[in-house]
Nanobody, 114 residues
Framework: QVQLVESGGGLVRPGESLRLSCAAS???????VLWYRQAPGKEREWVAA???????TYGDSVKGRFTISRDNAKKTVYLQMNSLKPEDTAVYYC?????????WGQGTQVTVSS
């Protein structure tokens, strides 16, 4: 059983930065990890993904502002979020698959407001 725990969310002003973490346990390794977000009243949106080798992809709305990275030894994936905008306000979730099962964390709230 894989557990994912997100952390690092909070309340920031527009233009500020946050770094989210997604720590995995219950497995010796993690493979591709994805970040999603869900704003109130909206569908869950894919944000970024990072493969086990480190190659990263991003959604259009965050490209150039967010950076995903990973520390395989710590089984942790990070999402560095710069130049935050009010429209980035959402609950952020990390997700991974392992042995055919999809796992989600509990989410961490990010609020961008002046």
């Amino acid at each position: 059983q894989v557990q994912l725990v997100e952390s690092g969310g909070g309340l920031v002003r527009p233009g500020e930065s946050l770094r989210l973490s997604c720590a995995a346990s219950g497995t010796d390794t993690i493979y591709t990890v994805l970040w999603y977000r869900q704003a109130p009243g909206k569908e869950r949106e894919w944000v970024a993904a990072i493969a086990s080798g480190g190659s990263a992809t991003y959604g259009d709305s965050v490209k150039g502002r967010f950076t995903i990275s990973r520390d395989n030894a710590k089984k942790t994936v990070y999402l560095q979020m710069n130049s935050l905008k009010p429209e980035d306000t959402a609950v952020y979730y990390c997700n991974t698959g392992w042995r055919g099962t999809n796992y989600w964390g509990q989410g961490t709230q990010v609020t961008v407001s002046s």
